[in-house]
Structure formats: structure tokens, C-alpha cells
């Protein structure tokens, strides 16, 4: 299977602690995306990173990626009651042919 | 408008009826996607549509069978389902179709909480 692989499956923090999930994949990427869901909504589009960058920003995320050991890393600062959901790492892989192939996720609870 | 609304909710059906989900984007993509998601699970890929034509099929059972009467609109509909069926169907649209210098970027909708008895 192509489908990355997260870990950990859960986790739980206290609020104002930082979250770190970690997604491993098998062959080469055109990009690594990251996803956010609420219990029971969709899903919701949090970051992208190319498979030229290392590492990228966005609020109180943070994106690496190592292509050389295939995997990645989400870190949410300073967690909120309100980042309580399942995140989801996808890959768009080189050929670009296939649509994004979703982890199996790593639900998060962060207790207030 | 940036959102990609399906409707219904909530759907119970028996495993004789016949019902459809709905999906419509306003957004100009040009790629929609099934996706259908059991608990703690990922969401699996179900169906395609790039330029409102069935591009892939991930081998679904014939019980499901999509259409997409235009840009804007994809629907699933639904027949002789099975309670194993039962599972939250999202709906995806992306900018461009997969292979045409898409960044595979999805914009889910809220999805499609489907329960077969």
C-alpha cells in the first residue's frame, strides 16, 4: 500500500502544550499536504509542503519534511481545547496521475 | 464562494431503498471525488470526475454509482446497500484534475452521514 503511515494514532496533551505527529511514506512525493477533522465533518486543507522545502509555517504550525527518510513532522505550539480533532497527513506522489493518498491519521485531544 | 456543500446530512435508508447523495461546488474546479470514511479510519477514494467525466474508479461495488450532470454538481446515488455501507461519505473538489500540474489540494465538504439498516 502507498498509504503513509502516522504516528502516533493518539495522542493527549494539556491545553498550552505542543503537539507533535509524525507521517512516514514510501516512494517519491510531489508534495506532502496536512489535514485537519473535526469528529464527524469534513476535512479541512491546513498546509502544504513541497518536496523542495524543508520546512514551513503557518500560524502556530509548523511543517518539516525529510525527503531522505521519507517522512514528516506537524507541530501545533501552545495546543488549544479547540485542536481536539484527527489530523491527516497525504501524499501527491511524482507522478502526479493519482489523486492525494491519506495516512491513517493521528487523533489528538488536548485537555483544557 | 469557497465552499463544496452535500446534502443530506444525515440519511437512513433500508437496504431496499434507493436514495442519492448530493454534492455541488461553485468554485470553477474541475475534478470532484467520493470519498467514503468509516470510523477512526482515513477516508477512502471512491470515484474521480475530471471534466465531468468518470476518470477513476477505485473498484466500488455497482450498489454505488456516481454521476456528475455538469460542472458544478456530483451526485451518488444509491441501491441495494448493505449495513456494512454504512460510513460518512465526503465529497472533494480540486482546482485542477490529478496529473494536470494539480497540487492535489481537496476541498471537502461536511459530508454525508450514511446509515444502512
Known amino acids: 500500500s502507498q498509504q503513509g503511515e502516522e504516528d502516533p494514532q493518539a495522542l493527549s496533551i494539556q491545553e498550552g502544550e505542543n503537539a507533535t505527529m509524525n507521517c512516514s511514506y514510501k516512494?517519491?512525493?510531489?508534495?506532502l499536504q496536512w489535514y485537519r477533522q473535526n469528529s464527524g465533518r469534513g476535512l479541512v486543507h491546513l498546509i502544504l509542503?513541497?518536496?523542495?522545502?524543508r520546512e514551513k509555517h503557518s500560524g502556530r504550525l509548523r511543517v518539516t519534511l525529510d525527503t531522505s527518510k521519507k517522512s514528516s513532522s506537524l507541530l501545533i505550539t501552545a495546543s488549544r481545547a479547540a485542536d481536539t480533532a484527527s489530523y491527516f497527513c497525504?501524499?501527491?506522489?511524482?507522478?502526479?496521475?493519482?489523486?492525494?493518498?491519506f495516512g491513517k491519521g493521528t487523533r489528538l485531544s488536548v485537555i483544557a | 464562494d469557497t465552499e463544496v456543500t452535500q446534502t443530506p446530512k444525515h440519511l437512513v435508508m433500508g437496504m431496499t431503498n434507493k436514495k442519492s447523495l448530493k454534492c455541488e461546488q461553485h468554485?470553477?474546479?474541475?475534478?470532484m471525488y467520493w470519498y467514503k470514511q468509516k470510523a477512526k479510519k482515513p477516508p477512502e477514494l471512491m470515484f474521480v470526475?475530471?471534466?465531468?467525466?468518470?476518470?477513476i474508479n477505485e473498484s466500488v461495488p455497482s450498489r454505488f454509482s456516481p454521476e456528475c450532470p455538469n460542472s458544478s454538481l456530483l451526485n451518488l446515488h444509491l441501491h441495494a446497500l448493505q449495513p456494512e455501507d454504512s460510513a460518512l461519505y465526503l465529497c472533494?473538489?480540486?482546482?485542477?484534475?490529478?496529473?494536470?500540474?494539480?497540487?492535489?489540494?481537496?476541498?471537502f465538504g461536511e459530508g454525508s452521514r450514511l446509515t444502512v439498516l
Open positions: 509542503i513541497r518536496s523542495n522545502e
Open positions: 470526475y475530471s471534466y465531468e467525466k468518470l476518470s
Open positions: 516512494t517519491s512525493i510531489n508534495n
Open positions: 468554485m470553477g474546479h474541475r475534478a
Open positions: 497525504a501524499t501527491l506522489f511524482n507522478s502526479g496521475n493519482t489523486p492525494l493518498v
Open positions: 472533494a473538489s480540486s482546482l485542477t484534475v490529478p496529473g494536470q500540474g494539480s497540487t492535489g489540494e481537496l476541498f
